[in-house]
């Protein structure tokens, strides 16, 4: 068997994924970090809420790293879509509609400080090497010509910059959002009282107006269920206000004082929230883009970008450690046909390439669609689900698309495609309802029109669907 020696920078979740992975084949590696598993554990904020689903878990069970099944398994998604947020006071905003899709199999939100913290012992239990202390490009260099090939897993550190952005495969210059996230405490993990019918739910908070907030049941690096919180701001819109937020509370504050505002249907949950540790924040924003995947090093040594430092992706849909996953998987099978030990920069393009065209771009686009307003396919699709209840047993055809629409944030193959044609999203309509796609709209349409009516006369929607 072919034994090759490996260099990874980073110990995030990319760099030891791939790492193990690689282990796993046989190889030797040795991971470069700026971070050991005990700085991960206390010097920082975790990374994103990078919340995993079913076929990104399954890459964790097959490298026997699965440490945390059922600690806080998530079933479904509660999306509240309101088109226009509106600041005149009591009066956020009519919510359109909602969507309970659920997910064919749970997915799972671990602190990535305590992943990385422990997946460092299982890569050195299992023989890999791990060298602490940040590399430069002098000494990347002399990493990459001592090994038969060096990956860069840096997240969006700064050595990143090696790699060129992808012109023509990115479509944004810059980000399009302003980010929060913030992890909390002392808040219900089972929203059943508020309606929300799974054991560990998202809940979505969409306005097409200003931007969205997203909050995830989490599992602490500590041990304790508990949500993470992301709010994604348009810039200038009602939700961009945490410039001024320069300590975790701070940040805590404005969260409270945003859902008072702007989403009071979830203020009571989240009213006596607490943060979860000092470290438990983070402000900035993402560029997201693809970036050219190789990378020559003033010897002429070619070295490769894995993870976010290859391709990073607004948070909007949960899709970027997810995306991190998928082209680790096709890494790890390139490299099991890789018998020639052929690690040139043709391989690592071919690589990249197939990643790409098999998961990578309808992963980015599906997430870039939901940085934009509701394409005509799309807002069929929501009016079509709408009544569905993620209740356990609901079998109605309204349920079927609520869960066939979640389960895309699992495999963006499943129907990015439809979101973009509304001809082809009729068609899906029409295949999953036996042919009733024009009743469901009809039927659809009447009942938000109904809700709407009832909140212009300052009544609740309707018992339906938060009954
Ligand atoms: C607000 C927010 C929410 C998110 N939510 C989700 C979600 O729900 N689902 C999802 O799938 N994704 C989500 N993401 C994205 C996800 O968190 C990231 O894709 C993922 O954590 C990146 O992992 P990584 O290993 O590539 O990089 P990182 O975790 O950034 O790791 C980088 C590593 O490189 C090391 N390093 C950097 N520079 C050097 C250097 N010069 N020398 C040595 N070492 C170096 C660091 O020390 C670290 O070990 C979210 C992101 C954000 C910002």
Known sequence: MLMSKVAIIGSGVSGLTLGIGLIEQGHDVSIFTGLSGKDWMTKVPPTGTACRFAGSLDLENELGINHWDGTTPINGVHLTFSPKYSSKPGKPGRQL???????????????????????????????????????????????????????VAAGKAE???????????????????????????????DRSKDGIHFTHGIKFNFYGSD???????????DGYQCWSLVFEAKEGSAIDKFDNAKTGSEVLDVAKSVFKEMYPWDYNWIKNAELTDEKG?????????????????????????VGDTANTLDPIGGQGANNNYRQIKV?????????????????????????????????????????????????????????????????????????????NFDNPNNI????????????????QSGGRAGAIDLSGKLAIAKGQLRQVFGMPRSAHPLA
């Open 211 to 221: 931007g969205e907030q997203f909050s995830v049941p989490y599992w602490h690096k």
């Open 416 to 431: 990015t495609d439809t979101f973009h044609d509304d001809a082809k999203a009729k068609a899906w309509i029409n295949k």
């Open 331 to 407: 890494l790890l099978s390139e490299f099991k046909n890789n018998t020639a030990g052929d690690y040139s920069e043709a391989w690592m393009n071919a690589t990249f390439d197939k990643y790409f065209n098999e998961i990578g771009y309808n992963t980015n686009r599906f997430n870039n669609t939901l940085l934009e307003p509701l394409t005509k396919a799309g807002q069929r699709m929501l009016i079509s689900q709408y009544g569905s209840t993620g209740k356990e047993g609901d079998d109605s055809i309204q349920q079927m698309i609520a869960d066939a629409f979640v389960e």
């Open 97 to 151: 509609l909602d969507l309970m899709g659920r997910f064919s199999r749970p997915a799972l939100a671990i602190d990535v400080r305590l992943q990385s913290y422990r997946w460092e012992k299982d890569f050195e239990e299992r023989g890999g090497k791990t060298v602490i202390g940040n590399v430069d490009l002098e000494g990347l260099d002399k990493i990459a010509q001592e090994h038969d090939i060096t990956f």
């Open 281 to 305: 924040w983070l402000k900035g924003a993402v560029h997201p883009c693809y970036k050219k995947p190789v990378a020559k090093l003033p010897s002429g040594t070619a070295v490769m970008a």
């Open 159 to 189: 050595i990143g910059k090696l790699f060129d952005v992808d012109e023509e495969r990115s479509i944004y210059a810059k980000p399009q959002r302003k980010l929060a996230l913030i992890t909390i405490k002392n808040v219900d993990m």
